[in-house]
T-cell receptor, first 114, second 115 residues
């Protein structure tokens, strides 16, 4: 079975500091894609960052970066210089090569404090 | 349209009532997906269309759930004889072709409450 585990139900960080959200996943496939999505109270899922499993280089998008450890099946998200607007639910997800189905974790609620 | 539009935003249904949830994807997007998000959980896949063809309906929880996309654009998710366990946010997403390659755009969902 394909599963995604986010072990931190809630996290908080002070504005301008750095926070890391954890994610582990389980798949027997070698070709897959990993995602972090942000869900603010508006409920719309917004893509934060995406990583192809065949790429060894960690993806980065401005203040957001990942630490992808393929052997450990770990895909953590680092948010630098946290801003109040980063407050949201964060979901880790993946799709397997050839499948369009996203498998999500249960999410981490991140609060950025002023 | 500029984004994925879902309606209604909120729906309250009495147990046993039928409901229809609408998704209007981004114009030209071939792929369309429905997800169910229970309170405090991550979204779970329900079904997937490519144009008007329903390619995967493995996530539909029972035969009370039915989805269609007859002209390959707007999609409707219908739930018959609603039960309390159907209470959730129903999210729709669309993609140009492959979501893994081109990205998924999500709507803001319909929050269904069954009383």
């Amino acid at each position: 079975a394909q599963t995604v585990t986010q072990s931190q139900p809630e996290m908080s960080v002070q504005e301008a500091e750095t926070v890391t959200l954890s994610c582990t996943y389980d798949t027997s496939e070698s070709n897959y894609y990993l995602f972090w999505y942000k869900q603010p109270p508006s409920r719309q899922m917004i893509l934060v960052i995406r990583q192809e499993a065949y790429k060894q280089q960690n993806a980065t998008e401005n203040r957001f970066s990942v630490n992808f450890q393929k052997a450990a099946k770990s895909f953590s998200l680092k948010i630098s210089d946290s801003q109040l607007g980063d407050t949201a639910m964060y979901f880790c997800a993946f799709t397997q090569g050839g499948s369009e189905k996203l498998v999500f974790g249960k999410g981490t609620k991140l609060t950025v404090n002023p | 349209g500029a984004g994925v539009s879902q309606s209604p935003r909120y729906k309250v249904a009495k147990r046993g009532q039928d409901v229809a949830l609408r998704c209007d994807p981004i114009s030209g997007h071939v792929s369309l997906f429905w997800y169910q998000q229970a309170l405090g959980q991550g979204p779970e896949f329900l079904t997937y269309f490519q144009n008007e063809a329903q390619l995967d309906k493995s996530g539909l929880p029972s035969d009370r759930f039915f989805a269609e996309r007859p002209e390959g654009s707007v999609s409707t998710l219908k739930i018959q004889r609603t039960q309390q366990e159907d209470s959730a946010v129903y999210l729709c997403a669309s993609s140009l072709t492959s979501g893994t390659l081109y990205g998924y755009t999500f709507g803001s969902g319909t929050r269904l409450t069954v009383v």
